[in-house]
C-alpha cells in the first residue's frame, strides 16, 4: 500500500503535486499517459479523472482502482476518508456543503448564482463531480471560483477518497466555504459521507413532487431541501405543499427554502441559511482554540 | 449502482483477510444487511459476481442476513421496529421517528478453504 496517501497497489493515480508517485513494477495508469484524455480537449490539469481507465469506471472487476485495506463494515474505508475530510476542514474553518439532486434540477445555476454573487463575502471554492464532461466546472471557472473537476467515469457517485484528493489540489481559503456538486443522482451520493457538514439536496419544481419518497435515503439524509425553478410553478400542476410534507415524512427535521435559480427569488433567505452554518462552524472552531488556548496556559503556569 | 463499489469494498477485505487468516479461497460471505442501509440486493448479487469473477472468491456464495430497521419515536418516547424510511412509528403512526439501527452493511463471517 502506498503510504503517502492509503491508495491501494495499481490504483490509479491522479495527476498532481500531492500525489504524482509511481509504485515498483506499476504500469503507469492511462489517465496519467492520456493527461485529460476524456474528452480529447486540452487538459486543465486540475482535473481528477476517476473514469478515463480502460474500464471507464473507478470500481473493481471493471477498473483501474483495487485498495487492500482491513475492515469488517463494507463503507468503513470510505468513512475513514471522510472523517480525515471531516477534521481537515474543521481545523480550517470551512464550511463544506455537498450538493444533491437528480440531473436536470437546476443545480449547477443555482450553484454559479451563489458563487457569484457572495463572492466578495468570504472565499468560496468548489469541488465539481461529473461523470464525463468538465462543462459544468468551466461555468463554475468563469465566476473566478477555484474548482477542481473529479469525473467519475461510469461511477455514480463521489467518495471520500476522491474528495480528499480534490481537497489537496484545491487547497480551499481558511474560513471559507467549500461546495460539492455531487453527480446528479439521488440514490448512490446518499451512501458516502464525503467528510461534508451537511447534504442539501436540489429538487425542482419540474420533477414529482414524490421525489423525497420514491428516493427517501437521500432526502433522509440531507438537512437542508432547496425547492428550485418556482418561477415556473404558475406554469406546472406541481403540488408544493405535498412535496413538503413527503420531505418531512422521510426527515422530520429537514428544512425546506423556495428559490429559483433564475431569478433569484428565495436566494436573501438561502444567503441566510449558508451564513448560519458558516458561523456555527467558525463559532465551533473558536470555541476549541480557545479551550486549547487554556489548556497551554494552564501548562505554562505549572511549569512556572 | 453504487452497489459496484460496495463489492469492490468487499472484495478488499476478503483479500486481506486471505493475508491475514492464511486462506486461498472465499466459498461463502455471510453479508448482515440493514433494512434502512440503501442498498438492493439483487443489485448487490448481481454486482458480487462481476466483482469476485477471477478473483478468490469467483462462484463463492453470497448470503444476506436482513437485519430491521430500528428507530426512536419522539412521540411514543421509546424505541420501536421499521421496515424502511417511509414508514410510520408502529404505535402512533407519527412520522417523527429517528434512525437508531439497522443502516448498516457488514461483513459477519466468512467460509474459506
Redesign the interface.
Known sequence: MCNVCGC?EGEARVEGEAHNHVHEGQQIPWALRNPGGNGGGAASGRDLDYGAGPAH???????Q???????????E??DRYAAENREWLSERGILALNLVSSPGSGKTTLLTRTVTDLAERYPISVVEGDQQTRNDAERLRATGAATVQINTGK???L?GHMVGHALERLQPAEHGVVFIENVGNL??P???DLGEDAKVVVLSVTEGEDKP?KY??MF?RADLMLLNKTDLLPHLDFDKDQCIAYA???N?DIEVLEVSATTGEGFAAWYEWLEGRRKGRLEHLAGDLELRAARLRAALSENG | MHEMALCESILDILQEQAKAQRFSRVRTVRLEVGALSCVESEALRFNFEVVTRGSLAEGAGLELIEVAGEAWCLVCAQPVTVGGLLDACPLCGSHQTQVTGGDTLQIKELEVD
Open positions: 491501494g469506471a473507478h470500481a473493481p472487476g471493471l477498473s482502482s483495487r485498495m487492500v485495506q482491513i475492515e469488517q463494515d463494507v463503507l474505508k470510505n461511477g455514480c457517485h467518495d440514490v448512490c446518499s451512501s458516502f419518497v427517501p435515503d433522509h418531512r415524512q422521510v422530520p
